[in-house]
C-alpha cells in the first residue's frame, strides 16, 4: 500500500520519536549496502537520529571491495591487442596502481562500458577474431545476471567470450567485521536486493553465532527508519534476532531460480577484499564444467605489478573503523573529481556520499 505525503510524514515522525524513545545508550549500527548509505543521506536521515544512535557504513559497494590487483590485471588486459573488455561503467574511474579504464579507453584501449553482461555476447560474435572479457564486479544480486550470461555464451557457441570474476558474497565480509576485535557493531542493517537473491538462511549466524541483531531492510526512508527502530527495539530488550523489515521484496528462501544458476555457474572460494584482505568463502569462481570462460584461467596473465594508493583508508571506511570524513585526504586531494581511492569513484561509495552529501553535524572536517 503506498502512503501519500501525509501519511509518510506521520508514520516518519512516529519512527524518529520510537528510535528516540529506544536510543538509551550509544550504538553503533552498520548499513552494510551502499544503496542504504546514499538513500540514509538522500532522506537526512542522520539528521533524524538521537546523537547516541552512530551510522557506520559496510562493505556493500562492490566497486569499493575491489582490490587494485584486480583493476591492474583488467588494465593490464587493455594493452593486449586481441582483447575487448565490457564492463559497467561505474569501473572507468576507479584508480588502479598506475592508470584508470577511463585514461586507457582515451588512449584507445578497446573498452566498452554495456549495461547488461548480455551486450558482451554481441561484441563476441561481432569480433571473432577478439577476446572479450567482461569485468563481473559485484555481490549476490548481479553475479546471478553474470551466470546466466555464461550459460547463453555456452549454448550459442561462443568461444571467444569470458569474465574475470570478482563477484563476492556478503555474509562472509560480515563474518571478517566481527571477529575482528577492533570494531564494534551492535546491529546490521542488512541489504534488501542481496537477500532478495540469498534468502535468509546465509545471514542467521549472526544473531546465532554472535547474538548480533540484523534487519533487512529496504530502500525507502520509512524502511530505513523502521529497520534502525527494529535494531533498536532488539538492542533495548537484550535480544539478537534476524527479522525481515523488507518482506514485500525478499521472502526467507530468496529466489530459488537464482540461485540455482548461481549453483550451476559458480562455486564459493577465497576472494580479496579491500581492507580485508584474502576471506575463505567470499567470493564466486566458475566451476569446473564453466572454467573455460574464465579470463584468470584461460587468459593468465603474469607481471601485473600491484599497490594500493598511499594515503587512502578506504579498507578502513570499509571495515566500518573509521568514517570518511576521518581521512585526511577527504575533500582536499580527494574529490569525486579526483578521486585518491575507489570510495570516492562510485556512486554507492561512502566516501562519494560523504562529500556530496555529508555536511553538518557528522563531518568531521
Ligand atoms: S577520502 Fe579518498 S583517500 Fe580517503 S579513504 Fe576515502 S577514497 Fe580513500
Redesign the pocket.
Known sequence: MRLNAEETARAARSLTEGIGRLASRPVRIMEVCGTHTVAIFRNGIRQLLPESVELVSGPGCPVCVTPNEYLDTAIAYSSCPDIIITTFGDMLKVPGSSSTLLARKAQGAAIRVVYSPLESLDIARENPDKKVIFLAVGFETTAPTAAATILQAEQLGIDNFFVLSAHKLVPPALRAILTAEDINVDGFLLPGHTTAISGLAPYRFLAEEYRVPAVVTGFEALDILQGIYLLLEQIAAGKAALENQYSRVVKPEGNPAAVAILDKIYQPAAAAWRGFGVIDGSGLELTLAYKRFSAQDMLPLSGVITRE?A????G??LRGRIV?AE?????L??TPEK??????VSVE???AAWYKYGQGRWSYV
Open positions: 594508493p594515503g587512502c583508508r578506504c578502513e571506511v570518511p581521512c585526511p585526504q577527504f575533500g586531494n580527494c578521486p585518491v581511492g575507489a570510495c570516492m561509495g561512502a566516501c
